[in-house]
T-cell receptor
Framework: GDSVTQMEGPVTLSEEAFLTINCTYT??????LFWYVQYPGEGLQLLLK???ADDKGSNKGFEATYRKETTSFHLEKGSVQVSDSAVYFC?????????????WGLGTSLAVNP | DAGVTQSPTHLIKTRGQQVTLRCSPK?????VSWYQQALGQGPQFIFQ???????QRGNFPDRFSGHQFPNYSSELNVNALLLGDSALYLC?????????????FGNGTRLTVT
C-alpha cells in the first residue's frame, strides 16, 4: 500500500548548520508530494510541494526535489535558524477514485540551538 | 483573507460527554477534512466532507461524526468521550479534492477528556 517513511528525530542542530530530513515513499499511481511544518502550539502549514517527477519545491530557504528513481523527497536547507525549530511532516497525495488520499509520515522534530 | 478558523481553541470535557468542534474553511475552499493529532504524533485522518457529504473516512469509530453546511463550514461531533480522545483536532480545507491541492490547516482545537 501507499506509505511515507521519514527519518526519526529529534534532530538537533546549531544555527547556520545544513539540514537534511529524509523522506521516502511507496505509492501506486502518480503522487504529489508535500512538506508541512508545525510550529509549537500551531496547526500544520504547507512548506513546499512538488507534483511530478524532477519538480523542485522551495520556500523560505527550504528545498525538496521529487526523485521518482529513488522514490524520495528529502527536505534540505543550507543554513538553519533558531526560528526553524518545529516538527516537519512529509506527505503524499494520490487520487483514489473521485477522492484524494493523503498519506502522512510520522514527523521529524527539529531543534536549532543558537 | 482569513485562513481556516476553528473554535473553540481549548476544551475540557468529562468522560462520557459529547463535544462539537467547528471549522470555517479558507475562502474559496469547498472541501473540509478533519484530523486527530495525539501529542507527539502525526495527524490521523478522521473524515472528509465535500458537497455536504462524507466522502472518505479513516479508521475511527461511529462515535465520530460530522456535518458540512451549505457555506462549506463543518462540525465534528464526538459522542461518549473516552480518555483516549484527548488530542489536538485539526481542520483542513482545500479547493477541491485533486491530488495537487494542498491542505490549509487551522490551529486546531485542543480537547482534554478527564
Amino acid at each position: 500500500g501507499d506509505s511515507v517513511t521519514q527519518m526519526e528525530g529529534p534532530v538537533t542542530l546549531s544555527e547556520e548548520a545544513f539540514l537534511t530530513i529524509n523522506c521516502t515513499y511507496t505509492a501506486t499511481g502518480y503522487p504529489s508530494l508535500f512538506w508541512y511544518v508545525q510550529y509549537p502550539g500551531e496547526g500544520l502549514q504547507l512548506l513546499l510541494k512538488a507534483t511530478k517527477a524532477d519538480d523542485k519545491g522551495s520556500n523560505k530557504g527550504f528545498e525538496a526535489t521529487y526523485r521518482k528513481e529513488t522514490t524520495s523527497f528529502h527536505l534540505e536547507k543550507g543554513s538553519v535558524q533558531v526560528s526553524d525549530s518545529a516538527v516537519y511532516f512529509c506527505a503524499l497525495s494520490v487520487n483514489a477514485g473521485n477522492n484524494r488520499k493523503l498519506i502522512w509520515g510520522l514527523g521529524t522534530s527539529l531543534a536549532v540551538n543558537p | 483573507d482569513a485562513g481556516v478558523t476553528q473554535s473553540p481553541t481549548h476544551l475540557i470535557k468529562t468522560r462520557g460527554q459529547q463535544v462539537t468542534l467547528r471549522c470555517s474553511p479558507k475562502s474559496g475552499h469547498d472541501t473540509v477534512s478533519w484530523y486527530q493529532q495525539a501529542l507527539g504524533q502525526g495527524p490521523q485522518f478522521i473524515f472528509q466532507y465535500y458537497e455536504e457529504e462524507e466522502r472518505q473516512r479513516g479508521n475511527f469509530p461511529d462515535r465520530f461524526s460530522g456535518h458540512q453546511f451549505p457555506n462549506y463550514s463543518s462540525e465534528l461531533n464526538v459522542n461518549a468521550l473516552l480518555l483516549g480522545d484527548s488530542a489536538l483536532y485539526l481542520c483542513a480545507s482545500s479547493p477541491g479534492q485533486g491530488r495537487n491541492s494542498p491542505l490549509h490547516f487551522g490551529n486546531g482545537t485542543r480537547l482534554t477528556v478527564t
